[in-house]
């Protein structure tokens, strides 16, 4: 059996069931607000499934990759290891609220520090994907299919979550590729990332490491005072296992559910950010938008709110033939500008000129984007994979946006040696943009923004400054092609 916690409370016991299910039963005396789920309500009978675990503990599991290497390593001392044993393993360092444990046993959600500085700093052994798999498996309880683990650095929150010194867990998401399979594929979502981030979406702090070796993301779900906030994706809300993370249509399974679990008044603002989420992936050609790329984040007292973007890439890139993740009336086909406005103004209440702005804007943000995205891949392992997203973008635009592209906001990055900005330039670059196009302050501050050592702010400084791209006087630095 094991013990399940919420906001480090005990709040009832799970165990198997029959034959492959399991069974929960809440802890008598627990208040209402300390229920598990939203879709499962505090009451005195046990919830039963009969078919693995219950989807919200189900839902951080493991897959692909992060999940065979912990089966090979479990699996020969056990004999036997299901996604029962599995959640024993990483089920004290999950993402969202819940933790479990032993029987009688005491919470313990320690991860051991890893500064994200030394992730992000070039590596020449090509060491990271193994030492981060061996070293941190066991404490990442976070979905799928790609590596992901999570670490510990609380040096590294950024101002929106404040330095907690107390934090005993883990602080950020660590995503890796092999590039066998996926080559820059942190690099993909990084750019990918920054769309949303220009397309007026919520999205947690990134930093791409200097190889594109792995992509550090924040914690979205960390709370003012060091604690977490609920975590649901989309297969929970529809109460299916991950499974069918691929199963039913967007209309029905992501934006019906969304207004089931949300107050009318949160509902309606929050239908319209997921639409423009919706028209990101279309223009980007997301492929895997699916039931668990979609999230709520629940606190202990108030409202569900959306969850922060994550998990964004250009599938294309790869997968030529790629199509939607879901369906879209009826179709999994990238939908036309028609279509995209008949879902706009029937599942998020957006007027014709609502919806034209919103794919103005997405095309915008990806013309923003794209000089940045092209000047990284140019040099990078695979140029080939930037090629391919630079035609799912514009495919992307043309077909589903029903736009030509815009023209570029910002110049591309070239040296006059022809070698390509590195990561650290297009985080500099990128931050400044945000900022409006001017930063006041030292090269020190301005490497504690962005996370990364002083000495790779200070260089990519001095590159971008002899490149024509930004200018510095004093403690200021300017683009000289700031955002518009």
Not at 281 to 296: E, I, S, T, V
């Amino acid at each position: 059996m094991i013990q399940v916690w919420n906001d480090h409370r005990p709040a009832g016991v799970l165990d198997r069931l029959e034959r492959g299910g399991s069974t929960f039963a809440y802890t008598p005396g627990l208040s209402p607000e300390h229920a598990v789920s939203l879709t499962m309500p505090l009451r005195v009978q046990s919830w039963d499934w009969r078919r693995g675990l219950l989807p919200i503990f189900d839902m951080n599991l493991p897959e692909g990759a992060l999940r065979e290497r912990l089966l090979r390593r479990f699996a020969k001392a056990t004999g036997h290891f299901d996604d029962f044993d599995l959640l024993t393993v990483v089920g004290r360092t999950q993402l969202g609220r819940l933790r479990y444990s032993g029987l009688g046993e005491d919470l313990d959600e320690t991860v051991p520090f890893q500064s994200v500085d030394d992730i992000l700093r070039a590596r020449r052994d090509g060491g990271l994907y193994d030492y981060l798999i061996e070293e941190f498996a066991r404490y990442s309880g976070v979905s799928g299919v790609q590596p992901k683990v999570l670490i510990r650095d609380e040096t590294k929150l950024s101002a929106a979550n404040g330095r907690q010194p107390s934090i005993r867990g883990a602080t950020h998401i660590v995503k890796l590729w092999d590039p066998r399979d996926y080559p820059e594929l942190a690099a993909n979502e990084y750019f990918c990332l920054m769309a949303a981030r220009k397309a007026g979406l919520a999205v947690p702090e990134t930093w791409l490491g200097e190889t594109g070796e792995a992509l550090v993301v924040e914690r979205f779900d960390l709370t003012a005072t060091g604690g977490y906030l609920g975590l649901e994706d989309f297969c929970v809300l529809n109460g299916v296992n991950t499974a069918a993370k691929y199963n039913g249509g967007y209309e029905t399974k992501v934006f019906k559910r969304l207004r089931d679990f949300m107050a009318p008044a949160d509902a309606a603002p929050a239908s319209q950010q997921l639409f423009r989420l919706f028209v990101l992936n279309c223009a980007l050609r997301n492929g895997d938008a699916h039931l668990k790329n979609f999230a709520l984040l629940t606190p202990v007292s108030g409202g569900a709110t959306l969850a922060p973007v994550y998990d964004v890439v250009t599938t294309t890139a790869y997968l030529p033939h790629d199509t939607m993740a879901l369906l879209l009336d009826g179709s999994s086909s990238w939908p036309d500008a028609k279509r995209l406005m008949g879902l706009g103004q029937t599942r998020a209440d957006l007027s014709r000129a609502q919806v034209t702005a919103i794919l103005e804007q997405t095309a915008d943000a990806l013309s923003e984007c794209w000089p940045l995205a092209q000047s990284y891949f140019k040099g990078s392992s695979a140029p080939d994979v930037g090629e391919r997203m630079g035609a799912a973008w514009r495919e992307g635009v043309r077909d589903s946006l029903g736009l030509t592209a815009r023209r570029a906001k910002a110049a591309p990055l070239r040296a006059s040696s022809g070698k390509p900005t590195a990561a650290s330039q297009i985080a500099v670059l990128d931050y400044l943009d945000r900022l409006g196009g001017t930063f006041d302050g030292s090269v020190r501050s301005l490497a504690r923004a962005l996370h990364m050592p002083e000495s790779t702010a200070g260089q990519a400084i001095k590159v971008l400054t002899t490149r024509g791209l930004v200018l510095r006087s004093a403690k200021r630095l300017s683009r000289t092609a700031p955002r518009k």
